[in-house]
């Protein structure tokens, strides 16, 4: 057909007619086959072809009439192919429509004209914005449940007007529809003679998707082919630009320079390659170029950077906290990173900005995040492909939340590590022995700092070199600013990991007796600190025996409501799973003590 394909992403509340907006269209333009038809029509009592339906593909839609997946639909309007996804409406399945929205050209936001815009609605306009979407289409459906009413549908488009000018949404278009009947779909509904703008089909004929093609040159490397000692290939989609054989590139992050040497075919290479195109390519030069790397035009380097600012849209039940360790996923590189500091959350209903110290379950805010290592990257409103990531749950492997990144902080260029003459082997060396950090973790009154107390006081006597970091202790001084919601807890953590850290690099034994709840958090420490650095040991005491210790009547307070989130009864512990020690926290301390020097003696 010769034009580009248009992504269109069908996005509003529930209720608002998504399903059937795109079904009746697909019927409308004659391109719905005869036997999809048929089976449709069988599942309604009176024999009637309900358009959603034939979008509506899952069981438990169905069922529910709601859209839970993303469904497709390709339709040739005008001469030119057209992608339809309809996103769910229902807020608990925001991370699909943040998936349709992610690649789409063009949105098409429905509005009930009776029920008007609503949070969902605004939270979806937010979502287009930014996802950069560079098309609006305002649908106000239902406009024969309004009597076609023209002031009604004037009121709306301006209303959405006022909310989405601050957000920079680009090519609005409002047009009123009734999606039931086809009006002003693909034909114009002569119920409102009064307006005069395109139909939805003619508005789509003429959108056109941004030309990826004009862009530098990038490609992330998804493969590396070596099938023999003579052929090495990188193999990728193409995001921007395009590629010929002799064009100089660059290997990101490294920024090593190479050659492209051929554009292998399986007849015979190609002339040229460009965005969108999945190949495989040769380098000249003999250069290190993995899997996550990206390559791209020579001069137009991608910047490098560890920290950055972006928009996070959280996905997961679990609030996202400052501290928390994830895996970041930027095209086909996956890193570890965390959130360092929590900004703003957008309010939705207004556009506004609020102070937080979390985000919860679909709400939007501005991050601060940071990186285990550099990594190559183009901001968001550049590109799509090398500025949206996703961030991944470490102890369970979902997505949690997805990103776009703003830009680079500049702290991130300005930093280098300053080396040192003296380093933590010549500090071990000096104290004769093997510094770690030995991290006890348990409810309160697990009897964790009892434990550790005996084992330091063994350690001194036999002239080891020492410190226990109590977690009690620490909020007296370094943490007395923080309390003990999750987002103070997970911060608590974090604090005490680093100090630890630090003081095994000067050559220390650490002893930290600190509850450290969640696994998440003890984690992060223990990937802070390093695996081999790091013996996790769980005092397993039962909440019952350690509410009849209750040493500092905690739990007589937490049971008389006088104090909320004690962990055990408020708030959860989260058991570790595989910890270096498992002590009973029903024996004798010393016991405990004697178990756990022997295992420092014997690694």
Known sequence: MGRPLLRVVTCGSVDDGKSTLIGRLADDLGQVPEDERRAVAARAADGRLDHALLLDGLAAEREQGITIDVAHRALNVAGRRILLADAPGHEGYLRNTVTAASTADLAILLVDAARGIRQQTRRHAVIAALMRVRGIVLAVNKMDLIGHDQGRFEALAEEFRRFAAPLGLEGLVSI?????????????????????????????????????????????????????????????????????????????????????????????????????ESVMLTLAEEVDCARGDI??????????????????????????????????KLGTRTVGASVTEIRERLDVDTGGRLATRELALNEIGRCNLLTDRPIAFAPYAESRDLGGFILIDRLTNETAGAGMIRFALRRAANLRWQPLQVDRAARAALTGQRPRVIWFTGLSGAGKSTIANLVEARLHAMGRHTYLLDGDNIRHGLNRDLGFTEADRAENIRRIAEVARLMADAGLIV???????????RLAARERIGEEDFVEVFVDTPLSVAEGRDPKGLYRKARAGQLANLTGLGSPYEAPETPELHLDGTEPAEDSARRVMAYIDGT
């Open 295 to 328: 390559l791209c035009e020579a001069g137009a380097p991608l910047e490098v950077a560890d920290q950055f600012e972006a928009t996070v849209i959280w996905m997961a039940d679990a609030p996202l906290l400052s501290g928390r360790p994830y895996l970041l």
């Open 176 to 276: 009123p529809i009734v999606a039931l009947t086809g009006g002003n779909l693909a034909a114009r509904d002569p119920a409102m003679p009064w307006y005069s703008g395109p139909t939805l089909t003619e508005h789509l004929a003429t959108a056109e998707p941004a030309d990826s093609a004009a862009a530098p040159f990038r490609m992330p490397v998804q493969w590396i082919s070596r099938p023999g000692p003579e052929f090495r290939g990188a193999a990728g989609m193409i995001a921007s630009g395009r590629l010929r054989p002799g064009d100089a590139v660059r290997v990101m992050p490294s920024g090593s320079p190479a050659t492209v040497a051929r554009i292998v075919a399986p007849e015979e290479d190609r002339p040229e390659a460009v965005a969108g």
């Open 511 to 521: 002893l930290v007796a600190a509850i450290s709840p969640f696994r998440a958090d």
